[in-house]
């Protein structure tokens, strides 16, 4: 999964752009991973973010320990 942003986050700089704010399940899915829904993904430069609520903290914080933030909606 880490080629697949590597490969955004390229993108990104190619284009000129600050970062991207994914919501639709499918692309985070194939991005990350993260087969939960009612979440968001958040990339830019320096740093990948996972927006989800209460109800996924456990699989969260195990599986997305290296990403810069968790967010955790209550």
Do not use: H, P
């Amino acid at each position: 999964m880490g080629k697949r942003i590597e490969k955004i986050i390229e993108i990104l700089q190619c284009k000129n752009l600050d970062g991207i704010f994914l919501q639709k399940d499918a692309n985070i899915i194939y991005l990350s991973g993260f087969t939960n829904s009612d979440s968001y993904l958040l990339l830019n430069f320096s740093s990948r973010a996972i927006i989800t609520d209460s109800r996924y903290t456990e699989q969260t914080e195990k599986v997305y320990y290296n990403y810069n933030n968790i967010f955790i909606i209550v």
